[in-house]
């Protein structure tokens, strides 16, 4: 009898609970916008590093060499869809691209787009802005992502 009992008190409260936990959660609306990011300006300096392999870039003097090295790769890996001055193409113009971010934020960005897409604020909101992911062409190395970069610094000290 008291087995029945308890089966019959289990079987009320069971779904009742239930129901009540359900009642609670939150409209997935409501998470959605406690998660939702701030805008971000990607027009504004920014100090950030980004994510990727790198962490520390030396940058003490322009080395022209190396500029000059950058130069051929952004001919054949980033002309397709950048122009070295502010016009926009598939992607930004580059010119002034080295007062704006880090040299570690242009080369994780140039070395890993996805991740940086994934996991960057200044790059998840460029994605929104235009639309296509950065794909370079044949991949790139981490020794052209210095040259390039030391490019980029060469054309903006023009
Ligand atoms: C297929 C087109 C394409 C190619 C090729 C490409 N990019 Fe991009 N790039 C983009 C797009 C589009 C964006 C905007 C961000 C996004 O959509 O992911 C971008 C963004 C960037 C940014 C960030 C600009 C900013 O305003 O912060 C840098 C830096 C950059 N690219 C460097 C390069 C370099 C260097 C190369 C060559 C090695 C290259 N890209 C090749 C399309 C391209």
Redesign the pocket.
């Known amino acids: 009898m008291y087995k029945l009992q308890n089966f019959l008190l289990a079987s009320l409260i069971i779904p009742f609970i239930a129901s009540c936990t359900s009642n609670n959660t939150p409209p997935s609306s409501a998470v959605q916008k406690i998660t939702e990011e701030p805008p971000v300006n990607?027009d504004v300096k920014s100090d950030s590093k980004g994510t990727g392999k790198f962490t520390l870039v030396d940058i003490s003097t322009l080395n022209k060499d190396l500029a000059a090295k950058g130069e051929l790769?952004?001919q054949k890996?980033?002309i397709?869809?950048?122009t070295n001055t502010q016009e926009k193409l598939?992607?930004?113009g580059?010119k002034g691209?080295t007062r704006?971010?880090t040299p570690e934020w242009?080369m994780n960005?140039?070395f890993s787009?996805e991740e940086m897409?994934k996991k960057d604020p200044?790059?998840k909101a460029?994605?929104k802005q235009?639309k296509?992911?950065?794909?370079?062409?044949g991949g790139?190395t981490e020794e052209e992502c210095r040259q390039?970069l030391e490019y980029l610094r060469l054309n903006d000290e023009k």
Request: hydrophobic share 55%.
């Open positions: 990607t790769v952004f890996k980033c397709s869809c950048h598939i992607g930004p580059l691209i704006l971010r242009i960005m140039t787009p897409a200044i790059a460029l994605r235009y296509l992911p950065m794909m370079v062409p790139i390039v």
